[in-house]
């Protein structure tokens, strides 16, 4: 049976909002949330933190959670996953598929995870990615990565601006990628390309490269933690969340 890894990238370096996977939401480290729904999603037969950081890593073992740690040299949370498959292939473990799953968008739906695996054997693609409509606001939102896509929902473009030009509604990239071994392994050998230095998108390296990558629909909303005034709008939202009393007593 082919095996996943889950990998949950993670520093306190955030130049947007230093320190906030460890950011208090609902009285839990916002880490604590994106780790045990991936849990519930169970979805991974292995599922691991990486991070540059000490603190982050203290943090893990504390609570007996697996975590890595990995070079403070990575541009891209992309790049730290494809470091978590060396060190675990240098150990004799495998893995043929790698769920790159944020560490700042604490309000995953489990459902979604698994939506996200179960796209390896749906569709004839080696990279996926969940995406999700937006409207309004969000549009013009630079934290907010907008996609372009094709009638098969194959991603044509990301970008920071508002696009579609001139329109009220589009699609939003999540942070949740599905990657084969071979094409994680192969974003690494791939050079920085222009789009993903000047908009700071991890997957324009594999669209200047001709590297295909199939969008997935997720079945909810998910409002990533970008900045500090984000913290209320998520704890607002997910003070109703179903998942959050199934693993709430671990922590508080």
């Known amino acids: 049976m082919k095996k996943t890894l889950g990998v949950i990238p993670a520093r306190m370096s955030s130049s ?12 839990i480290p916002m880490l604590a949330h994106c780790f045990e729904r991936a849990l519930i999603s169970n979805s991974c037969d292995h599922l691991v933190i990486a991070t540059p950081d000490i603190e982050i890593l203290n943090w893990a073992n504390s609570y007996q959670i697996p975590v890595v740690l990995t070079s ?10 494809a470091e978590v498959i060396e060190i675990f292939e240098a150990k004799g473990d495998f893995f043929e598929y790698v769920l790159l799953l944020q560490g700042d968008e604490p309000q995953i739906n489990p459902d979604d995870i698994s939506k996200l695996k179960n796209a390896f054997n749906e569709f004839d693609s080696e990279v996926f990615n969940l995406i999700f409509p937006i409207k309004k606001n969000e549009m013009s939102d630079e934290n907010v990565v ?3 896509v094709s009638i098969a929902n194959k991603i044509q473009f990301f970008s920071r601006a508002h696009i579609p030009y001139q329109r009220n509604e589009g699609i939003r990239q999540l942070g949740m990628i599905g990657f084969t071994n071979q094409a994680l392994k192969l974003y690494v050998n791939l050079e920085m390309t222009e789009s993903e230095i000047l908009e700071s998108i991890d997957m324009m390296r594999f669209l200047e490269n001709d590297v295909e990558i199939q969008g997935v629909f997720s079945s909810s909303p998910i409002l990533g933690v970008d900045i500090p005034k984000d913290i209320q709008k998520v704890e607002e939202m997910m003070s ?3 998942y959050f009393h199934k693993y709430k007593d671990k922590y508080i």
Do not use: M, Q, Y
């Not at 947007?16 to 009285?27: D, N, Q, V, Y």
């Not at 403070?72 to 996953?81: K, L």
């Open 16 to 27: 947007r909002f230093p320190g906030k996977p460890l950011e208090s939401i609902l009285g």
């Open 72 to 81: 403070n040299d990575h541009e891209r949370a992309t790049e730290r996953a």
């Open 146 to 148: 907008k996609a372009i």
């Open 240 to 242: 109703v969340d179903t």
